[in-house]
């Protein structure tokens, strides 16, 4: 299995220009978000026993958040913590607006999917996830290492 570093190297080949490396810091976690806000809804047939709201989107992080542990433990605790983040977010979207869930997710997800397609046009390069879908998984990781980098935390 490969490092993070060797995943951030080789996501880095394709993310160099500073216009798409812009975008990317907006878009990668909005997307990440927005994946969560799509399996927000979609019903649940367990939920009942449940004190708080179970969703898809708790059930699939988990599988995810391995992912994210197994490249490095501090990496596993930074996406644990935006992946709550990003709940809290949900949920708070969930009570104060009446546009479901899913639907601001998706328009958002449209959104943000057109911008990153913008960058890796100004960059000259395909999205690193034509040449393999785990990058779609370490967008937000390489992100999170560049605040990593910033304050000295050793992934």
């Known amino acids: 299995m490969k490092t993070a570093q060797q995943w951030f190297d080789e996501y880095g080949h394709s993310h160099k220009n500073s216009i798409n ?14 994946v969560l ?3 927000w809804q979609i019903p649940m047939p367990f939920t009942t026993f449940a004190e708080q709201e179970v969703t898809w989107s708790l059930i699939i992080a988990g599988p995810i958040l391995l992912f ?35 639907v601001m997710s998706l328009i958002v997800f449209v959104v943000m ?19 393999d879908v785990q990058f779609l998984l ?3 990781a390489w992100l999170l290492g ?10």
């Open 146 to 155: 560049f605040i990593y980098r910033r304050f000295n935390i050793n992934y």
């Open 68 to 102: 994210y542990f197994n490249l490095s433990f501090s990496l596993g605790v930074g996406m644990t913590l935006f992946t709550a983040l990003c709940v809290m977010m949900l949920r708070w979207y969930q009570q104060s607006f009446t546009l479901d869930v899913w």
């Open 21 to 34: 490396k812009a975008i990317h810091w907006l878009a990668v976690p909005v997307i990440y978000f927005c």
């Open 113 to 131: 999917w057109v911008l990153q397609f913008i960058g890796h046009k100004i960059e000259g390069k395909k999205p690193s996830f034509f040449q």
């Open 37 to 39: 806000g799509l399996l």
């Open 138 to 140: 370490i967008g937000p």
